[in-house]
Structures are given as structure tokens and as C-alpha cells.
DNA sequence: CCAGGTCAAGGGAGT
DNA sequence: ACTCCCTTGACCTGG
């Protein structure tokens, strides 16, 4: 399968309603709540149309709950009626077998030096996992909770050992679901780094960003990372991200190599796999059907896609 | 009313 | 020391 993140451009709904830190004060937990409640609301109409477009899979959007890190969900006064839609998604989920995942911002930095940070880090991760356990998705890689390495500093080795030790500490709706993704800088985690220092420790899931791995240090070949990406997921199916140079589609060489294009412009390399796989792209719903339109209809190049109903 | 400045967060890289 | 960037977009103020 393929999806996108978080945001539809076709639609007028919106997941993403946040506030900042001032207002945050001014208006407290009336406020968020309410703002998360038409969050998870659009949601559900986004995942309507999403199976009304064949997607099944989609990212869902860190800001759902607005500054979640500082309360608990329970304390926001219509917790009955944001637990009630959750569980509305939840079913709509189970019901069309679709599959759900999170991707925490950078901040979030489980191997930090700074102790602060890690604990901000398991709080911001285990709210995340809260909210998928209250939709009911499984406690699994099935629904991932995807986030990066990031530090590299004193050295990568020290940095993971750190990642490891703090993965103990995780409440297992976490551990159960977390997985770790390859950067797309030189000097951070490729594929080949992830598996040697973190996979091979604690079991954590690699997520195969294949533009990140065009942009990084490619100390193995495409088909290599990919294939020790593949062998990480061992009880859920593999998740993948894939986007296109933003530099090529617009023909502008001081546009920067790491940026994203509006739509995908070459296939999913799969080497004969299968795997599901996020869209990365600007036009996001739309990069998604159009990726379908020019690439699974004429090359079935991904088939786990149905394409009769495209 | 809306354009544009500004916005929680960590860390690294570039200036 | 400062700015920009990340999965970026959305918030909010002043004109």
C-alpha cells in the first residue's frame, strides 16, 4: 500500500489546528480541547475519503493534540467526546483494515546527552502511543511510532548506547511500536549505522527512507539498505518513505538537494519486495493518486496495490 | 481582513 | 554568535 502525511490538499478539513505557547496559557485545556476534538473529527472525514480514494494508509499528524506533552488527556473536559470519536476512528480503522502510523518531530531525541531532553522525549513518545492505544490500534510495528536518531555528537556509538538505554525505560505501548528511520545527511545514521548500532541491540524496526539514502552517506548499495531495512520487521509489514529531489522537479540547482518535490517523479525501487510505503511529497494526496496513475497502472511496480480500482 | 512576521521543542551545519 | 533547517505549516498581530 501507499499513503501520505498527515495533511490533504483536496479537502477543506484540517488535523493540524495548534495554538501557540501564549494562547496556550490565556485559554488552557478548554481550548485545546476543543481544537483537538475538530482535529480528530476532519481526521475521520479524511480517512472517508481516503477509502473512497483507495489509500489505506496514511500518517497521522503530531498536532492532533495541541501542547499534549503538558496535561493528560483524561484532564481536558470533553475527554468523554474526544475518546468516543477516537474510538469511531478506531473501528472505521479495523473495520477497512487500514493502517495507521505517528512520525514525532526532531525534537524528539531519545539518545540526547542532555537528560531534560530524554525525558521529554519518553513523555512526547508516550503520549503518541496513548492516543493510538485509545483508537485501538495494535501495540505493534504495525502501527508505528517512527522517529530519527538525530545526535551524532561525541560519536554515533556513544549516541546509540545512549538511544538503547534510554529504549528500556519506554512503557512497552512504545518499545511495542517503535522504529528508527535513516537520515539524509553525510555525517548521520545510514541504513548499514542503524542496524549495526541500534537494530542489533534492541530489535527497534529501520525505516527505509529511500531519498534520504540517495541524499546520505550510501556506505551500501540501495538494494543492500533496503533489503537490511526489509529484515528488521519481523511482526508487522515493512514501512517505507519515499519523495522526490525538489532540485530536479523544478530544474533549479540552488534549490537544496534535500527538499521535496510536489510529486513523485520515479518509482519505488522494490527490488521484487513488498512493503507499504509513505509518500513524502508537497502535493501529498494528490502526489499519492498521481504516483498510482503513472507508475502501478503501467508497471505494477508495487503489488501490493489493487490496481483494478484505481 | 489579511499579509507577513513569528512560532515549544534539539542538534547540526553553515555563515 | 547567530540563523536556518528539519515531516513543515499554522497562528496571530498590526496595519
Known amino acids: 500500500m501507499i499513503g501520505y502525511c498527515c495533511i490533504n490538499t483536496t479537502l477543506d478539513y484540517c488535523v493540524n489546528r495548534t495554538m501557540r505557547k501564549a494562547t496556550f496559557h490565556s485559554k488552557g485545556l478548554e481550548y485545546v480541547g476543543e481544537l483537538a476534538f475538530q482535529n480528530i473529527s476532519d481526521m475521520l472525514e479524511i480517512l472517508i475519503w481516503n477509502l473512497k480514494n483507495d489509500i489505506l494508509l496514511y500518517r497521522m499528524s503530531s498536532d492532533m493534540f495541541p501542547w499534549m506533552s503538558e496535561y493528560s488527556f483524561s484532564d481536558l473536559p470533553n475527554y468523554k467526546q474526544i475518546k468516543l470519536k477516537l474510538e469511531e476512528i478506531g473501528k472505521y480503522v ?8 505517528f512520525h514525532p518531530g526532531p525534537f ?19 503520549k503518541h502511543a496513548q492516543i493510538m492505544d485509545i483508537i485501538g490500534l495494535p501495540q505493534s510495528h504495525e502501527s508505528p511510532i517512527n522517529i530519527h536518531v538525530s545526535a551524532t555528537k561525541p560519536s554515533k556509538e556513544v549516541i546509540s548506547n545512549q538511544f538503547c538505554q534510554n529504549f528500556n525505560r519506554l512503557p512497552q505501548n512504545v518499545k511495542s511500536r517503535l ?22 541491540k534492541i530489535g527497534v524496526p529501520i525505516t527505509f527512507d529511500q531519498f534520504h539514502f540517495v541524499c546520505g552517506n550510501q556506505d551500501t548499495s540501495m538494494k543492500e539498505a533496503l533489503e537490511l531495512c526489509l529484515s528488521t520487521w519481523s511482526n508487522a509489514k515493512a514501512l517505507t518513505h519515499h519523495s522526490s529531489s525538489k ?32 509518500i513524502e511529497a508537497k502535493a501529498k494526496d494528490k502526489a499519492v493518486i498521481n504516483y498510482k496513475n503513472i507508475f502501478i497502472k503501467k508497471s505494477n511496480c508495487l503489488k501490493g496495490d489493487n490496481i483494478d480500482n484505481i
Not at 479495523?94 to 502510523?101: D, E, T, Y
Not at 522504529?179 to 542489533?200: F, G
Open 94 to 101: 479495523k473495520q477497512h483494515n487500514m493502517r495507521l502510523s
Open 108 to 126: 524528539n531525541v531519545l539518545g540526547s546527552n542532555n537528560p531534560n531532553v530524554v525525558e521529554k522525549t519518553i513523555q512526547e513518545l508516550t
Open 179 to 200: 522504529t528508527v528511520e535513516n537520515d539524509d545527511k553525510i555525517a548521520q545514521y545510514t541504513p548499514k549505522n542503524i542496524y549495526d548500532l541500534i537494530y542489533s
Open 247 to 278: 532540485r530536479i522537479e523544478q530544474d533549479d540547482p540552488t534549490v537544496k538537494e534535500t527538499a521535496h518535490s510536489d510529486y513523485i517523479h520515479e518509482p519505488i525501487q522494490t527490488f521484487g519486495y513488498e512493503f507499504d510505503t509513505d
